[in-house]
């Protein structure tokens, strides 16, 4: 059975069989005008509840270096920590596509390398496609990975692993020139064959005008609501990311506040001896525990 032939097996189950998603099922969903939803996950837990919930596609977003290794910026994730990640979100998802960041450093190089790399996220980690970030300066591998069978998505604007060259995390397309740079780059990677775009952090009357333009889905994070669907760190979505949310973030939980007084509460009864209780204790059976204790008596503390 091929990793991604999960039908069968919740058939097999007795399970509802929900369709698997695939890039064909986000292009009708384009065509039709129906939103494509999508969001990141960095572990099995997580990936599962976004899984079940009936999110589209799942990203291992390289995001994953700030919001769960702790990095400044998306720059220093390696690799190898991409393909850990992406192995325990693959073994979670079931339905929806699992897409891995290629991160900074793995396609910059040469297109040879990018190649390689992204066929280590689909032979190793079992992704089903992979992001990289950049316009026209990405079409010789956008095209290279489609000729290997890759599906590609591409990512332009706010492109977070620019982020020296841009002079921060910064809206882009504010000017003319910017919005016609921003078209011809997104056309140029649908011509090369990418599958999908990440519009980032830009107006939404740019964001709109591409998604015009493309046949493709555009899938936007700070890009306003016309784009064809939306994606959202899960860290974002609900309150675990440890700063201030942008102004395009919207939080529909608190996990933060969630975890907080759950670890407080376990502290506090830990402390106060409160935990573990007694039906939270494994018991020696009668006759056992009558000898342990006639062969050496449990002194309490005074
Ligand atoms: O790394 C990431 O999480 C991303 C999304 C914001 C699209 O690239």
């Not at 998603?21 to 986000?26: C, E, M």
């Not at 009708?28 to 976004?50: F, H, N």
């Not at 790399?117 to 010789?140: D, H, L, P, Q, S």
């Not at 007694?278 to 062969?295: F, G, Q, V």
């Amino acid at each position: 059975m091929s990793v991604t032939n999960f039908c069968s097996a919740d058939a097999q189950n007795g399970a509802a069989v929900r369709a698997k998603v695939t890039f064909q099922t986000i292009q009708e969903k384009k065509q039709s005008g129906r939103p494509i939803t999508a969001l990141t996950a960095y572990d099995y837990a997580t990936a599962r509840l976004v899984d079940e919930a009936g999110i589209d596609l799942v990203l291992v977003g390289d995001s994953l270096a700030q919001v769960v290794l702790g990095y400044d910026t998306t720059l220093p994730v390696t690799v190898d920590e991409m393909l850990h990640h992406t192995r325990a979100v693959r073994r979670a998802v079931k339905h929806a596509i699992v897409a891995a960041d290629m991160p900074y450093g793995s396609y910059h190089v040469s297109v040879q390398e990018g190649v390689t790399n992204a066929t280590r996220f689909v032979k190793e980690a079992g992704a089903e496609a992979v992001k990289i970030e950049g316009g026209a300066n990405r079409v010789e591998l956008v095209e290279r990975l489609t000729d290997a069978e890759i599906p590609v998505i591409g990512h332009l604007g706010l492109t977070p692993q620019s982020v020296h060259r841009m002079g921060g995390y910064k809206v882009q397309g504010k000017t003319m020139a910017a919005v016609d740079g921003l078209l011809k780059d997104a056309l140029a990677l649908e011509d090369a064959g990418a599958a999908a775009i990440v519009l980032e952090g830009m107006p939404r009357e740019v964001a709109q005008h591409i998604t015009h333009k493309l046949n493709i889905p555009t899938i936007g994070i700070g890009a306003g609501p016309d784009c064809d669907g939306q994606i959202l760190v899960f860290h974002d979505l609900v309150n675990l990311s440890f700063s201030k949310p942008a102004k395009f973030v919207r939080q529909y939980g608190d996990a933060a506040g969630v975890f907080r007084s759950a670890i407080e509460g376990y502290l506090r009864d830990v402390e106060l001896r409160e935990f573990p209780g007694e039906s939270e204790s494994y018991h020696l059976p009668k006759e056992t525990r009558a000898a342990l204790e006639s062969a050496s008596p449990i002194r309490r503390k005074a």
